[in-house]
């Protein structure tokens, strides 16, 4: 089945920590696309890409970093500049830019703990 | 479950009504909309979507409302059923990516 996969479902971090959290698509999606999600608050864009090798900052990029050296995946890295991490961490993917084709799949999301 | 909408405006309805759940956009050059639903813990799903040539559209039990003249953007479920307690998102594509508003939790009264 196609999908988008993201692990692991609950993560905890140290301060100080970086960590990794991990986003892989076998829909042969274009785009992908990782947002943040705190209460009250919805989606907020984090970092999305269009094309392998090539992603712009979203919103609220400050303390996240991510590589797009392949099509199928978009790990994210929450490093230790994140002063506030604790949160929900989805990811995303559509056909292509833009979403104007049912929009995009996401994926069941990470819950990062801050410990 | 995942608490993601602990303070989000909250739509209670009985099992078996109509809900409608409302969002207003704010970019008039938007052309593309969509509704997501969320369940607890898991990642929003796609409902139904809606172009800016259109004024409605219908699937499953589902309608969506598009008023360009005053930005709004509204999902009608019919016969609401226990299953359909989520928080739902509206979507609108202007530029990349799409845009998300806050959500709107729905309740289900059985």
């Known amino acids: 089945d196609g999908g988008i996969t993201q692990s692991p479902k609950y993560l905890f971090r140290k301060e100080g920590q970086n960590v990794t959290l991990s986003c892989e698509q076998n829909l042969n999606h274009d785009a992908m696309y990782w947002y943040r999600q705190d209460p009250g608050q919805g989606l907020r864009l984090i970092y999305y890409s269009q094309i392998v090798n090539d992603f712009q900052k979203g919103d609220i990029a400050e303390g996240y970093s991510v590589s797009r050296e392949k099509k199928e995946s978009f790990p994210l890295t929450v490093t230790s500049a994140q002063k506030n991490p604790t949160a929900f961490y989805l990811c995303?993917?559509?056909?292509?830019?833009?979403?104007?084709?049912?929009?995009?799949?996401f994926g069941s999301g990470t819950r990062l703990t801050v410990v | 479950g995942e608490s993601v909408g602990l303070h989000l405006p909250t739509l209670s309805v009985q099992e078996g009504d109509n809900s409608i759940i409302n969002c207003a956009y704010s970019?008039?050059?938007?052309?593309?909309f969509i509704w997501y639903k969320q369940e607890s813990g898991k990642g929003p799903q796609f409902i139904i979507d809606?172009?800016?040539?259109?004024d409605k559209r219908q699937g499953q039990r589902v309608t969506v409302l598009l008023n360009k003249t005053v930005k709004h953007l509204s999902l009608q479920i019919a016969a609401t059923q226990p299953g359909d307690s989520a928080v739902y998102f509206c979507?609108?594509?202007?530029?990349?990516?799409?845009?998300f508003g806050k959500g709107t939790r729905l309740s289900v009264i059985a």
């Open positions: 995303a993917s559509s056909i292509r830019a833009g979403g104007d084709d049912y929009g995009y799949t």
């Open positions: 970019n008039s050059a938007s052309d593309y």
């Open positions: 809606i172009r800016s040539n259109m």
């Open positions: 979507a609108e594509k202007r530029g990349t990516p799409l845009v």
